[in-house]
Every structure is written in structure tokens, then in C-alpha cells.
């Protein structure tokens, strides 16, 4: 699949002479709302109306996608999201909303991989020397997670199964607490989103030993691919994205994906969240799109069943 290249689309894409109001289904100053900050700046350049961000976090994005699902279906109300609200999220976290059919994906701007990283004490300095440490002391080494049911935690159960590991997982909320952990030695290994990380593998605070990716990341082109050691079922991303609520009508929805289409082309952008830790995205149509999500679910329905992971009511 092609990834999004340096095409310009025409300006004057907007499918609105109003305001637009775009969600964030998370925190101000986390990973999505810069994302969705920089989206916005762009797409009301583009579009000529104002894009006014509105933070509503809790519940897994679910508190978020009501909100966005309680909006008049105009395509006024629209959401930036990483796709994992939409395909890990939900079978760990009722939230109330079924995510392949209440809301629709309609642009996809970056992607997030997973990396693999390790406390600076722990003796291994690459992927084969780890495993190697790990089965010389089975039980007794942990890998942190930034959530239960999350990829970060589902990497470390494939892990094991694939390698013949006995980590044991200590999972906690949210990504800064599990690398505290890792910096500090007490947790020696993690699978952390590299818009996270980058900064600590960079100033040697951990080491990164594999990224979770097809390729190599553009950022980090020494360090090796889990395919290219021998683990092709390691390979867990995010992509950033706008969703709508499905009953926008389809004509309104090939309209925004047009106009976030040419906010991910745009070389500001870009260069802005290649800056954040983000690589670009597939250029991929709507249908293209919605068959991601649904592959990726159900991918990921697969791997709770497999591993026994709870449903948190």
C-alpha cells in the first residue's frame, strides 16, 4: 500500500461555510490532542472557517464518541481519535457505542509504532541478547504495560509465546508511570508507543531493542524490525485519524476525507508531527479505511480470547 507521497491537493476543500468543532476523546497535552491541534490549524487554513478543538476525555474515548454521536449528523461535529479507541479499547472497556458501525473513519493523517525498550540495567544491549537473558531467569522479569488490553500488552503475551519467554506483566495507567518504572531499572522491558519514548532512547535513558513495524522507522533506521528477527506477529501501530458518526451522510463524509486528506499531504504538517514522533500514514480511501478498523478488531478480539484478557465492566 502506498503511503501518503507529496501530492497537493486543490485548495478550497471545504464541505462547510460554518465552524467546525473537532473532539478529543483525551486529555489536553497527550499524544492525540497535539495531533488534533495541529490538524486543526491546518484544515481551518484550508477550509477558511475556524476548527475549535474540545478536549472530552474518560471512559476509553467512549465519553468522547457519545458526544460526538449526540451531535447533529452534519459533518459540523467530527473527532480525532488513535484507531485503538476504535479496535482495542472495546473488548477491554464498554463504552456504550459499537465501533464499526456507530461512527465511520474518514482521514487518516500519521501512524504511531510500538517500540520495543529496555531499562539502561539490563545486561542484554539487543533483541537475541534479551531473549537469551530472559529464558536464563523464566519468572523472574517483568514486562511493564501502559494499559491491560492495550497493544503494549498484547505484544508482551506474543512475545512470550513466540520466544518461550515467562515475562510477567505489570500493566499500569497510562505510558509516563511504566516508563518510570523502566527507567528506573525496577521493570526491565517494554512495548511503548515511540511518540513516548523517543526522547528517553535518545538521551540513552533506555535502550530500544525492536520496533513493532512492517519498516524500519524513519527515526530509527539501526534499529531492526521484529520481522526482521524472526517475529512477523509483532507488528502492532496506531494510526491518527478523523471519525465521524455514521449517519453523516456518505457524500459529506467523502468531502472531509478529502480535506484531512490534504492536511496529511501538506509538507508543514508533516514535518510538524514527524516532530512528534509520528511517521506518515497510508493513503488510503474510506473504504480502505473501514476495512482497517475491521481487520484490526478483529485481529485484536482474536488475541483476548487467546490470552484470556478480562472485560473491565
Given at each position: 500500500?502506498?503511503?501518503?507521497?507529496?501530492?497537493?491537493?486543490?485548495?478550497?476543500?471545504?464541505?462547510?461555510?460554518?465552524?467546525?468543532?473537532?473532539?478529543?476523546?483525551?486529555p489536553a497535552g497527550g499524544n492525540i490532542d497535539v495531533i488534533a491541534r495541529l490538524v486543526a490549524d491546518q484544515l481551518s487554513a484550508d477550509i477558511g472557517q475556524p476548527v475549535v478543538v474540545e478536549n472530552r476525555p474518560?471512559?476509553?474515548?467512549?465519553?468522547?464518541?457519545?458526544?460526538?454521536?449526540?451531535?447533529?449528523?452534519?459533518?459540523?461535529?467530527?473527532?480525532?481519535?488513535?484507531?485503538?479507541?476504535?479496535?482495542?479499547?472495546?473488548?477491554?472497556?464498554?463504552?456504550?457505542?459499537?465501533?464499526?458501525?456507530?461512527?465511520?473513519?474518514?482521514?487518516?493523517?500519521?501512524?504511531?509504532?510500538?517500540?520495543?525498550?529496555?531499562?539502561?540495567?539490563?545486561?542484554?544491549?539487543?533483541?537475541?541478547?534479551?531473549?537469551?537473558?530472559?529464558?536464563?531467569?523464566?519468572?523472574?522479569?517483568?514486562?511493564?504495560?501502559?494499559?491491560?488490553?492495550?497493544?503494549?500488552?498484547?505484544?508482551?503475551?506474543?512475545?512470550?509465546?513466540?520466544?518461550?519467554?515467562?515475562?510477567?506483566?505489570?500493566?499500569?495507567?497510562?505510558?509516563?508511570?511504566?516508563?518510570?518504572?523502566?527507567?528506573?531499572?525496577?521493570?526491565?522491558?517494554?512495548?511503548?508507543?515511540?511518540?513516548?519514548?523517543?526522547?528517553?532512547?535518545?538521551?540513552?535513558?533506555?535502550?530500544?531493542?525492536?520496533?513493532?513495524?512492517?519498516?524500519?522507522?524513519?527515526?530509527?533506521?539501526?534499529?531492526?524490525?521484529?520481522?526482521?528477527?524472526?517475529?512477523?506477529?509483532?507488528?502492532?501501530?496506531?494510526?491518527?485519524?478523523?471519525?465521524?458518526?455514521?449517519?453523516?451522510?456518505?457524500?459529506?463524509?467523502?468531502?472531509?476525507?478529502?480535506?484531512?486528506?490534504?492536511?496529511?499531504?501538506?509538507?508543514?504538517f508533516r514535518g510538524r508531527m514527524f516532530a512528534t514522533g509520528f511517521e506518515g500514514a497510508e493513503d488510503w480511501n474510506i473504504q480502505q479505511l473501514n476495512q482497517s478498523v475491521k481487520t484490526e478488531f478483529d485481529r485484536n478480539a482474536a488475541i483476548v480470547k487467546q490470552f484470556?484478557?478480562?472485560?473491565?465492566?
Amino acid at each position: 500500500m502506498a503511503l501518503l507521497g507529496s501530492i497537493v491537493m486543490p485548495a478550497a476543500m471545504a464541505w462547510t461555510d460554518k465552524p467546525v468543532k473537532m473532539l478529543v476523546p483525551a486529555p489536553a497535552g497527550g499524544n492525540i490532542d497535539v495531533i488534533a491541534r495541529l490538524v486543526a490549524d491546518q484544515l481551518s487554513a484550508d477550509i477558511g472557517q475556524p476548527v475549535v478543538v474540545e478536549n472530552r476525555p474518560g471512559a476509553g474515548g467512549a465519553i468522547g464518541v457519545q458526544a460526538l454521536r449526540a451531535a447533529p449528523a452534519d459533518g459540523q461535529t467530527v473527532m480525532m481519535i488513535a484507531s485503538n479507541v476504535l479496535t482495542e479499547i472495546p473488548h477491554v472497556l464498554k463504552g456504550g457505542f459499537d465501533p464499526l458501525k456507530d461512527v465511520k473513519p474518514v482521514g487518516i493523517v500519521g501512524r504511531g509504532n510500538l517500540v520495543m525498550i529496555a531499562a539502561p540495567n539490563v545486561p542484554a544491549k539487543d533483541f537475541k541478547g534479551f531473549v537469551a537473558y530472559a529464558k536464563k531467569n523464566p519468572g523472574n522479569l517483568g514486562f511493564a504495560s501502559y494499559s491491560p488490553g492495550t497493544i503494549s500488552h498484547y505484544a508482551g503475551m506474543i512475545l512470550n509465546q513466540k520466544a518461550g519467554l515467562d515475562l510477567q506483566h505489570v500493566p499500569f495507567q497510562g505510558s509516563p508511570p511504566a516508563l518510570a518504572q523502566v527507567m528506573g531499572g525496577q521493570i526491565p522491558v517494554m512495548f511503548d508507543g515511540f511518540a513516548t519514548s523517543r526522547n528517553l532512547i535518545s538521551t540513552g535513558k533506555v535502550q530500544a531493542y525492536a520496533v513493532a513495524a512492517k519498516t524500519r522507522l524513519s527515526q530509527l533506521p539501526d534499529v531492526p524490525t521484529l520481522a526482521e528477527l524472526g517475529f512477523p506477529d509483532l507488528e502492532f501501530s496506531n494510526w491518527m485519524g478523523v471519525i465521524v458518526a455514521s449517519g453523516v451522510p456518505a457524500e459529506v463524509q467523502e468531502k472531509i476525507h478529502k480535506a484531512i486528506r490534504q492536511v496529511a499531504l501538506n509538507p508543514k504538517f508533516r514535518g510538524r508531527m514527524f516532530a512528534t514522533g509520528f511517521e506518515g500514514a497510508e493513503d488510503w480511501n474510506i473504504q480502505q479505511l473501514n476495512q482497517s478498523v475491521k481487520t484490526e478488531f478483529d485481529r485484536n478480539a482474536a488475541i483476548v480470547k487467546q490470552f484470556n484478557i478480562q472485560l473491565n465492566q
